[in-house]
């Protein structure tokens, strides 16, 4: 399997040579260069194994220069019991036809959890075969710091240098991120908002000889690794819901990045019978209204609102350019002309057979509010007895307004309400339950650097720590 980059830049690469990358140097984002199949052979013998032997069958498509066995014991210790829970990705069915499929049962109680955990021992695999160290800089307004910190805990030749916004995290997650004592682990409280992190994180990595003195490198969600193990809950919730391969079924995804729906885009591609896949947006529509006008804007920074899902708060989707260039025929030509055109805000059109494309690509969208939200939570716990949190509600307010007779729906679990629990408050009047085990986050003392929103104290304060830990 050899990667290329969307934007033309000659020659491919293997899997590990992508792996610690971040974007090709043209500024493109690696695919693979052919979508790899499975048979229906495969799918069928698929149907009686775990989560982690149908992870190891997909993951090996996608990884074929780490050795079988080294990569089954990776997988094997990622999706445990003792990381995932019993059931690692459990399905609920709310009634026949209708289902949640849970993805947020890992440490940090979101479905990031799902591929960070796997890139973690990813990542320490291939540092330790190259003897190399790196230091993963990032910026968080909750969810993938923790994520990415739980991932990268006590993994040898990987520390975390993570900026969070100090004080406009929710009590969780900064409890989650900040009780942390691992010694290759960072956090950076900065004086400003999430924006000011992400300036003064890109305003480091902009020093290009301090980013390769200190091999700087990221856990953003264009990794393609973390795709690929996405594409893995497809396969399964297809399985679980399904009895023999002539049977479809649709999800319905809450997205910001477009990297969860992304994946299943994927399994689709590889010939996973999935006939929709329905995107679903908060207030920031930005996907939504590409998938109904065939215009994608992204938006100013300003122009991003704050909701009550905020995980989807996004101004542009970074893995949206994956499945342009797939729609543009990988014509990279065309591809530069389009990211060109959105240099300096601006926006491009995809022409009308395009637009139809997307429809064949089982792709419809619809967008939800705070209201819908609140709405869509409440009667889901008057209905079922099931509490969701607002974004896995946002998915199910616009799954269901596409929701078709006999064929299943979906609907992926992105978070634990726990995690957001002022706006479940707000739907149901009551807090939700702490799962066990996370009681005791409460009396952990929190650990942390106060700083100013400036690169070259960020700067300073990672020369000083590289030295310390390993
Ligand atoms: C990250 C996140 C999303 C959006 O996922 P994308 O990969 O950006 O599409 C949705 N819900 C929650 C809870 C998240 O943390």
């Known amino acids: 399997m050899r990667y290329v980059s969307t934007r033309g830049n000659p020659g491919s690469r293997a899997f590990l040579d992508i792996l610690l990358e971040g974007l090709a140097p043209d500024g493109g984002l690696y695919v693979p260069e052919e979508y790899p199949r499975i048979s229906q052979g495969e799918l069928q013998a698929m149907r009686g194994m775990g989560y982690s032997d149908v992870a190891f069958k997909i993951l090996s498509k996608f990884i074929d220069d780490i050795p079988g066995e080294d990569l089954k014991k990776l997988v094997d210790a990622t999706y445990t019991e003792e990381v995932f829970g019993k059931d690692i990705v459990p399905l609920k069915e709310l009634e026949p036809g209708f289902f949640i499929l849970g993805l947020s049962n890992g440490p940090t109680l979101a479905f990031k959890d799902i591929a960070l955990q796997f890139l973690g021992r990813l990542f320490e695999y291939a540092l330790s075969s190259s003897g190399e160290e790196l230091n993963i800089l990032g910026a968080t307004s909750g969810d993938t710091g923790s994520a990415a910190e739980y991932a990268m805990r006590g993994r040898k030749g990987v520390r975390v240098f993570m900026l969070s916004p100090y004080g406009r995290m929710s009590d969780f997650q900064r409890k989650q991120m900040y009780t942390l004592d691992d010694a290759n682990i960072f956090n950076i409280a900065i004086k400003g908002t999430f924006d000011d992190c992400q300036d003064a994180v890109k305003k480091v990595n902009d020093d290009a000889s301090f980013k390769k003195e200190f091999n700087l490198g990221a856990v953003n969600s264009i990794n393609w690794a ?33 990297g969860n729906i992304l994946a299943g885009y994927v399994a689709r591609k590889m010939g996973v019978p999935i006939k929709q896949l329905v995107l679903a947006t908060n207030e920031n529509d930005v996907l939504e209204e590409f998938f109904r006008t065939g215009v994608y804007r992204p938006r100013k920074g300003s122009e991003v609102a704050v909701t009550s899902s905020p995980s989807m708060d996004i101004s542009k989707a970074s893995n949206f350019e994956r499945y342009i260039f797939d729609l543009v025929g990988r014509d990279a030509a065309r591809m530069s002309e389009l990211w060109g055109n959105l240099t300096n805000g601006g926006s491009f059109n995809i022409s009308p057979p395009e637009i139809e494309k997307t429809r064949q690509d089982g792709f419809v969208a619809g967008s939800s509010t705070h209201e819908d939200r609140l709405r869509t939570i409440k009667s889901v716990f008057e209905l079922y007895g099931v509490l969701i949190d607002p974004h896995t509600a946002d998915g199910l307010h616009v799954g269901l307004e596409h929701r078709e007779k006999d064929i299943p729906l979906l609907c992926l679990e992105t978070a634990l309400p726990v995690k957001f629990e002022a706006t479940i408050r707000e739907a149901v009047g009551k807090n939700p339950e702490l799962p066990t085990g996370y009681r005791e986050l409460e009396g952990k003392k929190e650990r942390f650097e106060i700083q100013e929103a400036d690169a070259e104290r960020i700067k300073s304060f990672i020369r000083e720590h590289v030295n310390v830990v390993s």
């Open 226 to 258: 973390r795709i690929a193990a996405q594409v893995v809950y497809y396969v399964w919730g297809y399985l679980k819901v399904s009895r023999s391969n002539e049977e479809q079924v649709s999800f319905a995804v809450p997205t910001g990045n477009f």
